[in-house]
């Protein structure tokens, strides 16, 4: 595998994500986070940012995202 890319995160926000979703469609898949301001049934999510990934960078961050939450797991245990 190569090298971690050095980040320019001069630009970058950070937001804080209790919604998550993900579609398929013609060779990429897109990525959307969002938050809900209340626990309400129905409640409407705000979408935060939505990522579009070809199928080789969402291949690699499928196998990223499932190493770190078996570390996350093995260390605190299993979450709902």
């Known amino acids: 595998m190569a090298d971690a890319p ?3 995160d001069s630009r970058a926000e950070t937001s804080a994500c209790d919604v998550a979703t993900a579609a398929s469609s013609g ?3 897109l ?3 969002g938050a809900v301001a209340r626990a309400e049934a ?15 960078a969402a291949r690699h961050f499928q196998e ?17």
């Open 42 to 56: 129905g409640a409407q999510a705000r979408l935060l940012k939505r990522i579009r990934l070809d199928a080789t």
């Open 64 to 80: 990223l995202l499932a190493t770190l939450v078996r570390q996350h797991d093995a260390r605190r245990g299993q979450t709902e």
């Open 27 to 29: 060779g990429e898949v």
């Open 6 to 8: 050095r980040w320019d």
């Open 31 to 33: 990525l959307s986070f």
